[in-house]
């Protein structure tokens, strides 16, 4: 009895560490205990920006609608054995940006909104997980479908007092010696926008010194091999002029490339021995919730979806060496499922008839919008052809209406009335895919971030660390005590 007790006792000493993780954690901020996994050395951390609950579950129920099945058609990464749940707080507002919410993912750390990888006096520059592996012998890929340099892709290599450095942010890019980046190109490699004097290298020349081929042709980044280069610049053949990102998935064709062709070059081009570290983001479902597009943004997570998948063929042939981590950095629009005007009923299947995002109408609007005295009726055809949008409501058609007038009239975000309205996007198609949101039964808050929690799912050796509520920083902690570095 004495010798069944003192092995219990034992048992318990040993397993307290872990559990007693919690609490301490609320307390110290610390990472709870936990070990390396020495098999690990193929890892993927997935960031849907601007995504959370609500979105995954909107694309699971635009799916079901497609499908017309009977209940969410559940995404690659929802069904990930384990799931946690993260708080987004940055260290100067209780709603993230981008830039300090991809600090904490990366570096994890709290840092004001707008700065990467620094503190907030903009003194101390933090590590990243991503530069620690590579000191450790890993190869780094950092993919986005938005610009190469926007504050996300650019939180894993650079350390800029403000995100809206681009040029000084491409420098860094072009020194980290990081294997791989792919996705979208670069805002201003040039320096055009730094008002810095002197030197003013093109961060392309320089990425090129430093050893970089850089490839933007379909034809050579489906024929890249781990031969041709030890460092590549991989960019979409199909760039928007003036964001640099890729386009919509709703809205590209055959001449651009998905999210998940570059995750799959990636793993080609990065596997070796040592291992490799791949960050993948989908940066427009973000930018398609700030327009409050739904349709558009459930298409890239779908786009994020499909890049998950290539991660999970790959770790079908490396089982115990890879992990599979998926997160948000924040949700986008407060998008939720459910509207005061549809009380408990919802129609996903609404969704299904939009054929291009807000942006791509904005083109159509544009054309409409020289006609003389244009109503309703004059758009009705386009209303219809793009959304299956039909039969206006009394209420309906008062919007579209003031809208149109707003628009003609180039109603600004200054005026809070209009700010509430349109947030500032393109009245007339902001008006319309809210229709077409709320008839679903899709209500939005916010043309901003919100705080609600992300989730966190992952797949793999280690991934139990990540079950549990946490803060958006132990995320990369926990990733590096299980890699066994030490940031
Ligand atoms: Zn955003």
Redesign the pocket.
């Known amino acids: 009895m004495k010798k069944l007790s003192s092995i219990l006792l034992i048992f318990i000493v040993l397993l307290l560490p872990l559990h007693a993780g919690g609490n301490q954690e609320k307390q110290t901020g610390s990472t709870p205990e936990l070990h390396a996994n020495r098999n690990l050395k193929y890892v993927f951390l997935f960031i849907g920006?601007?995504m959370a609950l609500p979105q995954i579950n909107a694309a699971e129920a635009y799916l079901m609608a497609k499908e017309e099945k009977d209940s969410p058609v559940k995404l690659s990464f929802s069904q990930f054995p384990v799931t946690g749940m993260c708080t987004t707080y940055s260290a100067n507002s209780y709603i993230t940006?981008?830039a300090a919410a991809a600090t904490a993912l990366a570096s994890g750390r709290k840092t004001a909104n707008g700065i990467l990888n620094m503190d907030e006096s903009k003194k101390t520059t933090f590590k990243t997980i991503a530069e620690f592996l590579h000191e450790k012998g890993f190869k780094i890929g950092i993919i986005s479908t938005v610009s190469i340099d926007h504050a996300t892709p650019a939180a894993f290599y650079a350390h800029q007092p403000s995100r809206g450095n681009y040029y000084e942010i491409s420098l860094e890019l072009a020194k980290s010696g990081f294997e791989f980046f792919a996705g979208g190109g670069l805002k201003d490699p040039e320096g055009k926008k730094s008002k810095k004097e002197g030197e003013k290298n093109n961060a392309l020349e320089e990425a090129k010194k430093a050893g970089y081929k850089i490839l933007n042709s379909i034809k050579d980044i489906e024929g890249l091999s781990k031969n041709d280069a030890e460092k590549v610049i991989v960019m979409n053949p199909v760039l928007s002029s003036s964001s640099l990102a890729m386009p919509y998935k709703i809205d590209r064709d055959k001449t651009s490339l998905n999210l998940a062709d570059f995750t799959k070059k990636a793993i080609e081009f990065l596997e070796n021995p040592k291992g490799f570290f791949i960050m993948v983001e989908g940066g427009k479902i973000?930018?398609a919730?700030?327009a409050n597009d739904a349709v558009a943004a459930i298409h890239d997570v779908l786009d994020f979806n499909s890049a998950v998948e290539a991660a999970l063929d790959f770790a079908k042939i490396h089982p115990d060496e890879t992990l599979i981590v998926v997160t948000g950095d924040?949700e986008?629009g407060g998008l939720t499922m459910g509207f005061a005007g549809t009380r408990y009923s919802s129609a996903f299947s609404k969704l299904t008839k939009q054929k291009l995002s807000f942006e791509e109408f904005n083109k159509i609007i544009d054309k409409y919008k020289e006609k003389e005295n244009l109503t309703v009726e004059d758009l009705l055809p386009v209303l219809k052809e793009n959304f299956g949008l039909e039969d206006l409501s009394i209420r309906e058609k008062d919007l579209l209406e003031n809208a149109i007038h707003a628009s003609i009239n180039n109603a600004t975000s200054q005026d809070e009335a209009s700010y509430l309205l349109y947030g500032g996007y393109e009245p007339i198609t902001v008006t319309i895919t809210h229709i077409i949101n709320n008839r679903a039964g899709l209500g939005w808050t916010s043309y901003?971030?919100t705080a609600v929690p992300v989730p966190v799912y992952a797949k793999g050796p280690g991934a139990e660390v990540f079950t549990g509520y946490y803060d958006n920083t132990e995320i990369p902690k926990r990733l590096s005590r299980l890699l066994d570095t030490n940031l």
């Open positions: 920006d601007g940006d981008s973000d930018w919730c700030h924040h986008t901003s971030h």
